[in-house]
């Protein structure tokens, strides 16, 4: 957990239980700033105390103004896959728009950035912004980003490093990140040889990659969370890592796109669209192993496979 950061109009603090409540009313306020329905599923405060429990409290800062005490956004800075957070990390927020001024989000991610290199220690940071200015921090704040991407989306990528970063702050911070363990699997030497998958049912809603992984290796969904240090949602590359952790191949390094009516290899990581979300299940010996929906003789209903990643037996 990051510790509390204090700038001079915000207080950036870990999400605490305290925070349903708010947590609630402000999801509400992003979606509708943002035209977007990234937070449609939750429709209750039990809805949103899972969210905050979760998700939302991990890697985050709750942003606060300092005005009204009243929480206003969030603020990430997490770790890039299993990369070395002292090599690179990525950061992203949102704030209310009434608070997205020049001098707001300088001030605000100004700090992050502070953090980052002097806390963290890490040598560089990612973060990207939308062309239409949402979300776009790099864009109003004046700091010495570096674009290096764009997509064809308006999702524009950038970067800065601790060399070109210039800051007002002089802080010292008494915070280590985390380590992550060396393994004691290989591809020579894996965790077991998979001839039967026990079935496990996610434990959240965030963590059907978790839980893939756990079926895979034979083991517990806590102990897969804590080879990834990760508790919400996995992409890929977080998958890909911890298969190699458990000594576990793939027949490919990157997954491969479906194609409808194509036989699936015999045991397969698959990569499912739902409506509203992204979702990893299992599929071993023409069963699906979801970690959502349980044992099946197909996807459900809604589902629409996109892609298939074969792991070797």
Not at 88 to 115: A, M, N, P, Q, S
Not at 127 to 138: Q, V
């Amino acid at each position: 957990m990051y510790p509390t950061l204090e700038t001079e109009r915000f207080i950036l603090r870990p999400f605490s239980g305290d925070d349903t409540e708010s947590v609630f009313k402000i999801i509400k306020i992003f979606d509708e700033q943002n035209h977007t329905s990234q937070f449609a599923k939750i429709r209750s405060m039990e809805d949103a105390r899972k969210l905050n429990d979760e998700t939302i409290k991990n890697g985050a800062w709750a942003v606060v103004s300092k005005e009204n005490n009243e929480l206003i956004g969030w603020h990430y800075l997490t770790k890039i896959g299993s990369a070395d957070m002292t090599k690179k990390v990525v950061t992203y927020g949102w704030i209310r728009d009434e608070y997205k001024e020049l001098c707001l989000g300088r001030e605000l991610l100004g700090k992050v950035l502070h953090f980052a290199f002097f806390g963290v220690k890490t040598s560089k940071v990612f973060t990207n912004a939308r062309t239409n200015g949402r979300f776009a921090y790099p864009l109003l704040c004046g700091l010495e980003f570096t674009k290096y991407k764009s997509t064809a989306d308006g999702l524009s990528h950038f970067y800065i490093s601790k060399e070109q970063f210039r800051s007002e702050y002089t802080e010292i911070y008494n915070y280590t990140p985390p380590n992550k363990a060396k393994s004691q699997y290989s591809f020579e030497k894996p965790i077991r040889r998979i001839d039967s998958i026990a079935y496990v049912k996610q434990p959240t809603e965030y963590l059907c990659g978790q839980s893939v992984i756990a079926m895979l290796a034979g083991v517990s969904v806590d102990e897969v969370i804590e080879v990834m240090q990760n508790d919400k949602g996995t992409s890929t590359q977080e998958l890909r890592d911890a298969l190699k952790w458990y000594g576990l191949k793939t027949a490919t390094k990157a997954r491969l796109k479906y194609t409808e009516g194509a036989i699936l290899p015999e045991c397969c990581i698959l990569s499912v669209k739902l409506p509203g979300y992204g979702h990893w299940s299992l599929y071993y010996e023409s069963k699906y192993y979801d970690p959502e929906f349980g044992v099946l003789g197909r996807l459900p209903e809604q589902a629409k496979l996109r892609y298939y990643w074969e792991v070797l037996l």
